[in-house]
Nanobody, 120 residues
């Protein structure tokens, strides 16, 4: 199995900045893409941003221009730099990884989530 370990959540005031990190527990795996999702209370989990190992990124409209996703391919680690945070960004943020090698580990993996709370 591949375990994803997230860190960096917390409480921040509106307008503040947080940086989330997520590292895969196994270094000898090939990851096609990683991403961050979030789930607010009473809401469905939604994609926030994703990145491929080739560097292609995708952002949901509400975070464009405020959040930046990046990936250290050698470390199988993904980051989410969040700036100009708003109360509506409050949610549990989950890391996701699409593992493609080795074959016996191929699949979609999720972290346990890290809580981000933005106060007004």
């Amino acid at each position: 199995q591949v375990r994803l370990v997230e860190s960096g959540g917390g409480l921040v005031q509106a307008g503040g900045t947080l940086r989330l990190s997520c590292a895969a527990s196994r270094s000898i795996v090939t990851i096609n893409a990683m991403g961050w999702y979030r789930q607010a209370p009473g809401q469905q989990r939604e994609l926030v941003a994703s990145i491929t190992t080739g560097g292609n990124t995708n952002y949901v409209d509400p975070v464009k221009g405020r959040f930046t996703i990046s990936m250290d391919n050698a470390k199988n680690t993904v980051y989410l730099q969040m700036t100009s945070l708003k109360p509506e960004d409050t949610a549990v943020y989950y890391c996701n990884a699409d593992v493609i090698w080795p074959a016996f580990l191929r699949g979609d993996y999720w972290g346990k989530g890290t809580l981000v709370t933005v106060s007004s």
